[in-house]
Protein backbone atom coordinates (compact mmCIF):
# COMPACT_ATOMS: atom_id res chain seq x y z
CA UNK A 1 0.00 0.00 0.00
CA UNK A 2 1.35 3.44 -0.83
CA UNK A 3 1.19 6.16 1.74
CA UNK A 4 -0.17 9.83 0.33
CA UNK A 5 1.53 11.42 3.43
CA UNK A 6 4.19 13.85 2.70
CA UNK A 7 7.64 12.70 3.21
CA UNK A 8 10.45 14.33 5.26
CA UNK A 9 13.71 13.02 5.99
CA UNK A 10 16.30 14.45 8.27
CA UNK A 11 19.70 14.30 7.69
CA UNK A 12 22.18 16.39 10.31
CA UNK A 13 25.60 16.07 10.66
CA UNK A 14 27.16 17.83 14.22
CA UNK A 15 23.00 17.79 15.19
CA UNK A 16 21.49 15.86 17.35
CA UNK A 17 18.39 14.85 14.67
CA UNK A 18 15.84 13.46 17.31
CA UNK A 19 14.32 16.88 18.60
CA UNK A 20 14.46 18.26 14.90
CA UNK A 21 12.12 14.82 14.23
CA UNK A 22 10.10 15.37 17.01
CA UNK A 23 9.77 19.42 16.30
CA UNK A 24 8.54 18.34 12.56
CA UNK A 25 6.14 15.65 13.62
CA UNK A 26 4.44 18.22 15.85
CA UNK A 27 4.07 20.91 13.33
CA UNK A 28 3.52 18.88 10.59
CA UNK A 29 1.04 16.54 11.60
CA UNK A 30 -0.11 15.38 8.40
CA UNK A 31 4.02 14.33 7.44
CA UNK A 32 5.52 11.35 8.01
CA UNK A 33 9.23 12.71 9.47
CA UNK A 34 12.04 10.12 9.96
CA UNK A 35 16.01 10.15 10.21
CA UNK A 36 18.17 9.26 7.11
CA UNK A 37 19.67 6.32 6.79
CA UNK A 38 21.58 4.77 4.05
CA UNK A 39 18.32 2.90 1.75
CA UNK A 40 16.07 5.22 3.48
CA UNK A 41 12.89 5.53 0.95
CA UNK A 42 12.22 8.68 -1.68
CA UNK A 43 11.05 11.91 0.34
CA UNK A 44 9.36 14.87 -1.23
CA UNK A 45 11.49 17.12 1.34
CA UNK A 46 14.29 17.11 3.82
CA UNK A 47 16.15 19.13 6.42
CA UNK A 48 19.85 19.24 6.35
CA UNK A 49 23.24 20.21 7.35
CA UNK A 50 26.32 19.59 5.74
CA UNK A 51 24.67 15.90 4.23
CA UNK A 52 27.08 13.05 2.51
CA UNK A 53 26.68 12.92 -1.03
CA UNK A 54 25.02 9.73 -0.91
CA UNK A 55 22.37 11.22 0.67
CA UNK A 56 21.54 13.90 -2.09
CA UNK A 57 21.98 10.54 -4.41
CA UNK A 58 20.04 8.40 -2.82
CA UNK A 59 16.87 11.22 -2.95
CA UNK A 60 16.73 11.83 -7.08
CA UNK A 61 13.06 12.94 -6.65
CA UNK A 62 13.41 15.29 -3.35
CA UNK A 63 11.46 18.83 -3.87
CA UNK A 64 12.58 20.60 -1.34
CA UNK A 65 16.06 20.53 0.29
CA UNK A 66 16.11 22.73 3.82
CA UNK A 67 19.35 23.55 4.97
CA UNK A 68 19.28 24.44 8.55
CA UNK A 69 21.40 27.64 8.69
CA UNK A 70 21.80 30.93 6.11
CA UNK A 71 24.72 29.60 4.54
CA UNK A 72 24.43 26.85 1.91
CA UNK A 73 28.36 26.92 0.20
CA UNK A 74 28.48 23.42 2.23
CA UNK A 75 25.36 22.28 0.79
CA UNK A 76 26.09 23.77 -3.13
CA UNK A 77 29.51 22.11 -3.14
CA UNK A 78 27.26 18.32 -3.63
CA UNK A 79 25.45 17.34 -6.87
CA UNK A 80 21.97 18.49 -5.91
CA UNK A 81 19.82 17.04 -8.25
CA UNK A 82 18.20 19.77 -10.53
CA UNK A 83 14.34 19.54 -9.68
CA UNK A 84 14.99 20.25 -5.86
CA UNK A 85 14.76 23.55 -4.57
CA UNK A 86 17.47 24.55 -2.35
CA UNK A 87 16.35 26.23 0.61
CA UNK A 88 17.97 28.74 3.25
CA UNK A 89 16.87 29.77 6.16
CA UNK A 90 15.67 33.44 6.52
CA UNK A 91 16.67 34.74 9.92
CA UNK A 92 14.82 32.42 11.73
CA UNK A 93 16.34 34.41 15.02
CA UNK A 94 19.49 35.28 13.57
CA UNK A 95 20.09 38.64 12.59
CA UNK A 96 19.01 39.95 15.89
CA UNK A 97 22.14 37.58 17.42
CA UNK A 98 24.82 39.04 14.57
CA UNK A 99 23.31 42.88 15.43
CA UNK A 100 24.68 42.06 19.02
CA UNK A 101 27.32 40.09 18.07
CA UNK A 102 28.94 42.99 16.06
CA UNK A 103 27.28 45.72 17.91
CA UNK A 104 29.42 44.22 21.07
CA UNK A 105 32.73 44.18 19.16
CA UNK A 106 32.48 46.95 17.24
CA UNK A 107 31.83 49.28 20.29
CA UNK A 108 34.39 47.10 22.69
CA UNK A 109 36.94 48.17 20.16
CA UNK A 110 35.91 51.46 20.04
CA UNK A 111 35.53 52.19 23.28
CA UNK A 112 38.69 50.64 24.21
CA UNK A 113 37.39 48.15 26.71
CA UNK A 114 39.64 45.78 26.63
CA UNK A 115 42.28 48.86 27.81
CA UNK A 116 40.16 49.68 30.18
CA UNK A 117 40.07 46.25 31.25
CA UNK A 118 43.81 45.66 31.50
CA UNK A 119 43.94 48.80 33.74
CA UNK A 120 41.10 48.03 36.24
CA UNK A 121 43.23 44.88 36.40
CA UNK A 122 46.70 46.59 37.45
CA UNK A 123 43.98 48.84 40.08
CA UNK A 124 44.74 51.83 37.77
CA UNK A 125 41.85 54.48 37.43
CA UNK A 126 42.92 56.08 33.93
CA UNK A 127 40.84 57.56 31.64
CA UNK A 128 41.56 57.60 27.52
CA UNK A 129 40.31 59.80 25.38
CA UNK A 130 37.46 59.67 23.76
CA UNK A 131 36.99 58.81 20.62
CA UNK A 132 34.86 59.99 17.64
CA UNK A 133 32.42 58.00 16.08
CA UNK A 134 32.80 59.71 12.78
CA UNK A 135 36.42 58.54 12.17
CA UNK A 136 34.88 55.05 12.68
CA UNK A 137 33.16 54.50 9.80
CA UNK A 138 31.95 50.65 9.54
CA UNK A 139 31.70 49.10 6.18
CA UNK A 140 29.33 45.96 6.32
CA UNK A 141 30.24 43.43 3.28
CA UNK A 142 26.78 41.67 2.28
CA UNK A 143 23.45 43.52 2.57
CA UNK A 144 21.09 40.51 2.47
CA UNK A 145 19.13 39.01 5.55
CA UNK A 146 21.87 39.38 8.26
CA UNK A 147 24.15 42.23 6.32
CA UNK A 148 21.24 44.93 6.52
CA UNK A 149 19.86 44.18 10.04
CA UNK A 150 23.33 44.51 11.03
CA UNK A 151 24.39 47.44 9.10
CA UNK A 152 21.03 49.17 10.56
CA UNK A 153 22.16 47.91 14.15
CA UNK A 154 25.34 50.00 13.93
CA UNK A 155 23.66 52.81 12.96
CA UNK A 156 21.32 53.41 15.61
CA UNK A 157 24.90 53.79 17.47
CA UNK A 158 25.47 56.56 15.38
CA UNK A 159 28.37 55.26 13.65
CA UNK A 160 28.56 56.24 9.72
CA UNK A 161 27.90 53.31 8.16
CA UNK A 162 28.34 52.15 4.45
CA UNK A 163 27.27 49.09 2.73
CA UNK A 164 28.42 46.73 -0.33
CA UNK A 165 26.45 44.63 -1.75
CA UNK A 166 26.60 42.88 -5.57
CA UNK A 167 22.99 44.54 -6.52
CA UNK A 168 22.60 48.64 -6.00
CA UNK A 169 20.75 49.45 -3.38
CA UNK A 170 19.02 52.70 -1.49
CA UNK A 171 19.07 51.87 2.09
CA UNK A 172 18.02 54.58 4.37
CA UNK A 173 20.78 55.62 6.95
CA UNK A 174 23.66 54.19 4.76
CA UNK A 175 25.58 55.13 2.45
CA UNK A 176 25.25 52.07 -0.25
CA UNK A 177 27.87 50.75 -2.82
CA UNK A 178 27.36 48.06 -5.19
CA UNK A 179 29.53 45.73 -6.94
CA UNK A 180 33.45 45.41 -8.13
CA UNK A 181 33.00 48.77 -9.51
CA UNK A 182 32.48 49.98 -6.32
CA UNK A 183 34.20 48.04 -3.85
CA UNK A 184 37.57 49.88 -4.03
CA UNK A 185 35.86 53.28 -2.75
CA UNK A 186 33.97 51.27 -0.40
CA UNK A 187 36.54 50.24 1.05
CA UNK A 188 38.72 53.57 1.45
CA UNK A 189 35.86 55.37 3.20
CA UNK A 190 35.18 52.38 5.96
CA UNK A 191 37.52 51.47 8.55
CA UNK A 192 35.89 48.71 10.40
CA UNK A 193 34.92 46.07 8.19
CA UNK A 194 32.43 43.49 8.71
CA UNK A 195 31.84 40.38 6.40
CA UNK A 196 28.43 38.98 6.27
CA UNK A 197 28.98 37.61 2.35
CA UNK A 198 27.74 34.53 1.51
CA UNK A 199 30.75 32.40 0.38
CA UNK A 200 30.54 32.06 -3.28
CA UNK A 201 33.65 31.90 -6.14
CA UNK A 202 33.43 35.14 -5.75
CA UNK A 203 33.93 35.76 -2.97
CA UNK A 204 36.34 33.03 -1.55
CA UNK A 205 39.49 34.89 -0.39
CA UNK A 206 38.35 38.37 -1.04
CA UNK A 207 39.55 39.39 2.84
CA UNK A 208 43.36 39.75 1.54
CA UNK A 209 46.26 41.35 2.21
CA UNK A 210 45.35 43.77 -1.27
CA UNK A 211 41.79 44.31 -0.02
CA UNK A 212 42.60 45.31 4.04
CA UNK A 213 45.16 47.87 2.80
CA UNK A 214 42.53 49.68 1.12
CA UNK A 215 40.72 50.06 4.00
CA UNK A 216 40.56 53.54 5.96
CA UNK A 217 41.81 55.49 2.70
CA UNK A 218 44.90 53.37 3.18
CA UNK A 219 45.89 54.76 6.84
CA UNK A 220 46.65 52.61 9.31
CA UNK A 221 44.03 51.61 12.03
CA UNK A 222 41.86 49.22 10.74
CA UNK A 223 39.48 46.46 12.32
CA UNK A 224 37.96 43.35 10.42
CA UNK A 225 34.99 41.70 11.94
CA UNK A 226 34.44 38.34 9.98
CA UNK A 227 31.25 36.64 10.95
CA UNK A 228 30.36 34.85 7.50
CA UNK A 229 32.98 32.14 6.38
CA UNK A 230 36.33 31.94 7.30
CA UNK A 231 37.42 31.46 3.65
CA UNK A 232 36.32 34.66 2.81
CA UNK A 233 39.93 35.60 4.80
CA UNK A 234 43.37 35.07 3.46
CA UNK A 235 44.77 33.68 6.63
CA UNK A 236 48.22 34.10 5.98
CA UNK A 237 48.00 37.81 5.18
CA UNK A 238 46.39 38.44 8.70
CA UNK A 239 48.89 38.61 11.03
CA UNK A 240 51.65 40.34 8.88
CA UNK A 241 49.30 43.50 8.82
CA UNK A 242 48.24 43.22 12.42
CA UNK A 243 51.83 42.83 13.24
CA UNK A 244 53.27 45.83 11.06
CA UNK A 245 49.99 47.99 12.91
CA UNK A 246 48.45 48.51 9.14
CA UNK A 247 45.50 46.55 10.96
CA UNK A 248 44.39 47.17 15.15
CA UNK A 249 42.63 44.18 15.59
CA UNK A 250 40.26 41.40 14.43
CA UNK A 251 37.12 39.38 15.67
CA UNK A 252 36.85 36.09 14.23
CA UNK A 253 34.04 33.81 14.34
CA UNK A 254 34.80 31.64 11.11
CA UNK A 255 37.71 29.93 10.37
CA UNK A 256 38.50 28.02 6.91
CA UNK A 257 39.13 24.86 9.35
CA UNK A 258 37.19 24.44 11.70
CA UNK A 259 37.38 23.88 14.72
CA UNK A 260 40.47 26.23 14.63
CA UNK A 261 42.79 23.70 15.00
CA UNK A 262 45.03 23.72 17.61
CA UNK A 263 48.18 25.68 17.80
CA UNK A 264 47.04 27.91 15.02
CA UNK A 265 48.63 31.35 15.46
CA UNK A 266 45.05 33.06 15.38
CA UNK A 267 44.64 31.79 19.13
CA UNK A 268 47.37 33.06 20.18
CA UNK A 269 47.49 36.85 18.49
CA UNK A 270 46.88 39.55 21.12
CA UNK A 271 45.18 41.61 18.44
CA UNK A 272 43.28 38.85 17.71
CA UNK A 273 39.59 37.54 19.16
CA UNK A 274 38.22 34.03 18.75
CA UNK A 275 34.72 33.07 18.87
CA UNK A 276 33.60 29.60 18.09
CA UNK A 277 31.44 29.84 14.67
CA UNK A 278 28.65 31.21 17.59
CA UNK A 279 28.04 34.80 16.19
CA UNK A 280 24.60 33.86 15.18
CA UNK A 281 22.98 30.41 15.63
CA UNK A 282 20.40 28.38 14.50
CA UNK A 283 17.53 28.57 16.84
CA UNK A 284 15.80 25.18 16.83
CA UNK A 285 11.79 26.17 17.55
CA UNK A 286 12.14 29.14 14.88
CA UNK A 287 13.76 27.17 12.09
CA UNK A 288 11.45 24.21 12.58
CA UNK A 289 8.14 26.60 11.91
CA UNK A 290 9.93 28.64 9.24
CA UNK A 291 10.35 25.15 7.58
CA UNK A 292 7.34 23.65 8.28
CA UNK A 293 5.40 26.65 6.94
CA UNK A 294 7.60 26.35 3.93
CA UNK A 295 6.80 23.43 3.64
CA UNK A 296 2.96 23.38 3.72
CA UNK A 297 3.33 26.73 1.32
CA UNK A 298 5.45 24.45 -1.25
CA UNK A 299 2.77 21.56 -1.28
CA UNK A 300 0.20 24.47 -1.52
CA UNK A 301 1.70 25.61 -4.95
CA UNK A 302 2.94 28.97 -3.14
CA UNK A 303 6.00 30.97 -3.69
CA UNK A 304 8.56 30.64 -0.33
CA UNK A 305 11.10 33.07 0.38
CA UNK A 306 14.53 32.18 0.91
CA UNK A 307 15.21 29.60 -2.11
CA UNK A 308 18.57 29.44 -3.43
CA UNK A 309 19.94 30.47 -6.78
CA UNK A 310 22.11 27.62 -6.95
CA UNK A 311 24.39 29.10 -10.14
CA UNK A 312 24.79 32.35 -8.46
CA UNK A 313 25.43 29.99 -5.51
CA UNK A 314 23.25 32.14 -2.82
P1 LIG B 1 21.99 36.77 2.01
O1 LIG B 1 20.66 37.22 2.52
O2 LIG B 1 22.05 35.79 0.90
O3 LIG B 1 22.80 38.09 1.62
C1 LIG B 1 24.00 38.04 0.92
C2 LIG B 1 24.44 39.47 0.59
O4 LIG B 1 25.75 39.42 0.01
C3 LIG B 1 23.54 40.17 -0.44
O5 LIG B 1 23.38 41.51 -0.12
C4 LIG B 1 24.33 40.02 -1.73
O6 LIG B 1 24.11 41.06 -2.68
C5 LIG B 1 25.75 40.13 -1.22
N1 LIG B 1 26.69 39.52 -2.17
C6 LIG B 1 26.75 38.24 -2.61
N2 LIG B 1 27.76 38.08 -3.49
C7 LIG B 1 28.34 39.29 -3.63
C8 LIG B 1 29.42 39.77 -4.40
N3 LIG B 1 30.10 38.98 -5.22
N4 LIG B 1 29.74 41.08 -4.29
C9 LIG B 1 29.06 41.90 -3.47
N5 LIG B 1 28.02 41.51 -2.69
C10 LIG B 1 27.67 40.21 -2.79
O7 LIG B 1 22.83 36.13 3.21
P2 LIG B 1 22.65 36.34 4.79
O8 LIG B 1 21.48 35.58 5.30
O9 LIG B 1 22.71 37.79 5.09
O10 LIG B 1 23.97 35.59 5.33
C11 LIG B 1 25.26 35.96 4.91
C12 LIG B 1 26.27 34.90 5.31
O11 LIG B 1 26.49 34.93 6.71
C13 LIG B 1 25.85 33.46 5.06
O12 LIG B 1 26.03 33.09 3.71
C14 LIG B 1 26.75 32.69 6.00
O13 LIG B 1 27.95 32.33 5.34
C15 LIG B 1 27.06 33.69 7.10
N6 LIG B 1 26.48 33.29 8.41
C16 LIG B 1 27.32 33.13 9.47
C17 LIG B 1 26.80 32.79 10.70
C18 LIG B 1 27.68 32.62 11.91
O14 LIG B 1 27.24 32.16 12.94
N7 LIG B 1 28.93 33.02 11.83
C19 LIG B 1 25.40 32.62 10.87
C20 LIG B 1 24.60 32.79 9.77
C21 LIG B 1 25.13 33.13 8.54
P3 LIG B 1 22.66 41.26 -3.37
O15 LIG B 1 21.77 41.80 -2.25
O16 LIG B 1 22.91 42.25 -4.41
O17 LIG B 1 22.23 39.91 -3.85
C1 LIG C 1 25.86 29.48 10.03
O1 LIG C 1 27.01 29.71 9.85
C2 LIG C 1 24.85 29.62 9.04
O2 LIG C 1 25.20 29.72 7.84
O3 LIG C 1 23.67 29.61 9.40
Redesign the pocket.
Known sequence: MTSSRIRILVCLTDNRPEPWIEGLRAALPEAEVENWAPGAAPADHAVVWAPPQQFLDDQPGLRGLFNI?????ALLKLRVPPQTQVV????AG??V??AEYVCHTLIRHFREFDLYEAEARAGRWSYRKPRERRDFTVGV????????RVAKAVAQFEFPVNG????A?AIDGLRCF???AQ?DDFLGASRVLVN?????S??RGILSRETLLKLNGGRPGGYLIN???GAHLVDDDLIPLLDSGQLAGATL??FDVEPLPAGHPFWSHPKITVTP?????TEREASIAQIAGKIRAMEQGAPIAGVVDVE???
Open positions: GAGVDRLDDMSQMMGLGVLGEWSRSKAGEFLLPLTDTVARDVHGSARRGY
